[in-house]
C-alpha cells in the first residue's frame, strides 16, 4: 500500500506491491525529500513510514500536461484559422518568455538537487553531486501553488566518494565514484545509461536537454521512432533534429534554449554543464529580455 497524504483530504491507492525493492525505493524518495526541504523547487516531505509518504498537495499538474494544454492550443488555433473563426489569445498558450522561464525553473530545480550535500573541491567549489535524480521526464516537474518543483526521487542514486587510507585527499570531499543502473528503458536517456557505462549526474543534466528541446521545439525526442533506433542513435550521437525553422531562427528565447539543447547533449558527460550553470545562464537570457521590454 501506497499511501499519499493531501492537505485537506487524504488519497490512499495501491499500485506496487509491498516488498523489499520498492520499500527501499520509497526510503530513497523520503531521504532525498529530507535533504532538500530547504529548497523551494522541490516537494515537500512532511511524514514518512514504511511505503507511506506525506507531501504537498499538488493539484496544478505536470510540465508535461502544461504541454500538452499548449499543444492542444495550437491545434485548436490551426483549426479556427481554417474555418475563419478567430477568438481572443488562447490562455493556454505559451509564449517566448514563458518557455524560457520554464526552462530556467526546471533547470534551477535539478541544480538544487545536484548541489545539496554536493562534494566539494579545496576552494569549496561543488565538483560533483552527491544525489542524482536518474529519471529526469517532464512528468517529474510539478506545479504546486503556482511554483514549479521537482519530485519522484525513487530512481535515486546517490555518489559515493574515494578516500586515502580514511583521510581527506586534499581535493574536498575526494574523488566522486560513479555508479551503474541495471535496467535503462526509455528514448529519453544519455548514451551511457544505454551503454551501461559508469553514471554521473550528468545522466541529469542530458535528460534535462531532452525538456529543453520539447519546450523550444513543441516535439518529444525521438516521438516518431521505435525504441531501439532511438537508443541506437543516442549511443552514435545522433539527436532528434530541430527544425530548420527554429534553427536559424534570431529571437532570443529560440537561441537560448538551443544552446542550452546542445550543451546538455553533449556526447561525453564530461562535456555536459552542471545543472547549475544551465541554470545560471538561462537567468541571464530572462534578464537580457526583461530589459528589452
Known amino acids: 500500500m501506497h ?8 488519497i490512499i491507492y495501491r499500485e506496487h506491491d509491498y516488498d523489499e525493492r520498492n520499500f527501499h525505493r520509497h526510503v530513497r524518495d523520503a531521504i532525498v525529500s529530507e535533504r532538500l526541504t530547504s529548497s523551494p523547487r522541490v516537494t515537500s516531505i512532511f511524514a514518512f513510514c514504511g511505503n507511506s509518504g506525506y507531501y504537498d498537495f499538488a493539484g ?27 477568438d481572443s489569445k488562447d490562455m493556454r498558450l505559451l509564449d517566448q518568455r514563458t518557455k524560457l522561464s ?9 541544480a538544487d538537487l545536484h548541489d545539496a550535500d554536493g562534494m566539494q573541491d579545496a576552494n569549496g567549489d561543488i565538483i560533483s553531486a552527491s544525489m542524482v535524480h536518474a529519471d529526469i521526464t517532464t512528468d517529474q ?9 521537482l519530485n519522484d526521487f525513487n530512481r535515486c542514486r546517490f555518489m ?4 586515502k587510507t580514511g583521510r581527506e585527499t586534499g581535493d574536498g570531499d575526494g574523488k566522486p565514484c560513479g555508479f551503474q543502473v541495471g535496467n535503462n528503458p526509455g528514448k529519453g536517456r544519455s548514451p551511457e545509461e544505454y551503454k551501461y557505462q559508469e553514471e554521473t549526474e550528468k545522466v541529469d543534466v542530458y535528460s534535462l ?11 518529444i525526442p525521438f516521438d516518431d521512432v521505435g525504441s531501439k533506433q532511438a537508443v541506437k542513435d543516442i549511443k552514435n550521437g545522433i539527436r532528434a533534429k530541430i527544425p530548420p525553422r527554429l534553427l536559424t531562427s534570431e529571437d532570443l528565447v529560440d537561441i537560448a534554449l538551443r544552446t542550452v539543447v546542445d550543451q546538455a547533449w553533449q556526447q561525453e558527460p564530461q562535456d555536459r554543464p552542471r545543472a547549475r550553470a544551465l541554470a545560471d545562464y538561462l537567468a541571464k537570457e530572462l534578464e537580457k529580455i526583461a530589459k528589452k521590454d
Open 209 to 219: 536537454g531532452n525538456v529543453f528541446y520539447t519546450i523550444l521545439t513543441d516535439e
Open 60 to 86: 496544478g499538474g505536470s510540465l508535461a500536461d502544461r504541454l500538452e494544454a499548449h499543444w492542444e492550443a495550437l491545434d485548436d488555433a490551426d483549426n479556427k484559422e481554417e474555418t475563419g473563426k478567430h
Open 102 to 110: 520554464l526552462a530556467h525553473d526546471m533547470a534551477a530545480a535539478l
Open 3 to 10: 499511501c499519499i497524504s493531501y492537505t485537506p483530504f487524504t
Open 160 to 163: 559515493r566518494r574515494q578516500r
Open 141 to 149: 516537474f510539478i506545479i504546486i501553488d503556482g511554483n514549479w518543483k
